[in-house]
């Protein structure tokens, strides 16, 4: 293979190229293949709107759940005297309306 | 669609068949993958027929999908075949096997950077102007220019090469 200049390369490649005889265009089977594309996009087109729907209709719903009531009633303290503070164990253990505080 | 669109693109394909097959033979060394290219391309183009009429210039849209096409196609394959660690690769396609009874155009082609490829055939082969491929290939005119004259260069040593080989 030679190529002096451009004017070389473009008749190597018309030689090369234009030789290629291809068979008939698939015309039935590229219509075909585009219409499943475009019902792929149509159909990603519903799924990405249902998908900010379902976000509109449950966002709201999400952020208005009303709080959960707060207990008014007097928690009930006990506090157990310790064995001071030796040996690094605490002086004393806490317990509000029934939970542990703290443990050794 | 209606009838009378797809009998337009029906025209359409039916006249863009040949070169672009003929196209996509040139990216890929490779007749089958080169039908496959063109028919994938045209599905695409079919698929949004409507609007590429409306952007005035199918035959741009048409070259750019194949074009594309043939970038992914050999950027998927080094990043299938690349492992960590590997150094990147120039997209070219693989060496041309003793057996290869390619053109020894075409396995030249083959040789080159995918991007010097298309500035190739699309500059030399199709015929168009730096500004029509750059157009085409999204890039300016200034980067169509200096790959075109790497790729003649790159032809030109490749031809010495196998000359020194011969010898």
Same mark, same amino acid.
């Given at each position: ?51 900010? /729907? ?37 002086? /004393?253990?806490? /317990? ?9 | ?41 045209? %599905? ?59 053109? /020894? ?29 750059? %157009? ?32």
């Amino acid at each position: 293979m030679t190529i002096v200049d451009e004017r070389d390369l473009r008749q190597q490649l018309d030689g090369v190229l234009d030789a290629m005889m291809p068979p008939d265009a698939p015309v039935k089977a590229a219509a075909r293949k585009g219409k499943l594309i475009r019902a792929g996009r149509s159909l990603g087109i519903v799924a990405g709107l249902a998908v900010v /729907a379902g976000i509109g209709v449950g966002m709201p719903r999400l952020l208005n759940q009303p709080a959960r009531e707060v207990s008014h009633a007097r928690p009930t303290v006990m506090v157990e005297q310790g064995c001071g503070t030796a040996g690094g164990r605490p002086a /004393a253990e806490f /317990a509000v309306g029934g939970c542990a505080w703290l443990k050794p | 669609m209606d009838s009378r669109s797809e009998a337009e693109f029906a025209e359409f394909m039916r006249g863009r068949w040949p070169a672009l097959v003929r196209l996509g033979y040139g990216l890929t060394g490779d007749e089958r993958l080169a039908e496959s290219l063109a028919r994938a391309a045209l %599905a695409k183009v079919h698929a949004s027929w409507p609007r590429v009429l409306r952007a005035g210039d199918p035959d741009v849209y048409l070259r750019r999908i194949i074009l594309n096409a043939s970038l992914g196609r050999v950027r998927g394959r080094r990043v299938r075949e690349r492992r960590p660690g590997d150094e990147p690769e120039p997209e070219t396609a693989p060496p041309a096997r003793v057996d290869d009874d390619r053109p /020894a155009l075409v396995a030249a082609l083959m040789r080159l950077p995918v991007g010097q490829r298309s500035v190739v055939l699309l500059r030399y082969w199709m015929d168009m102007t730096e500004a029509q491929v750059a %157009a085409v290939l999204g890039c300016s005119v200034g980067s169509v220019r200096s790959q075109a004259s790497r790729a003649l260069a790159t032809l030109r040593v490749g031809e010495d090469v196998a000359e020194e080989v011969l010898l």
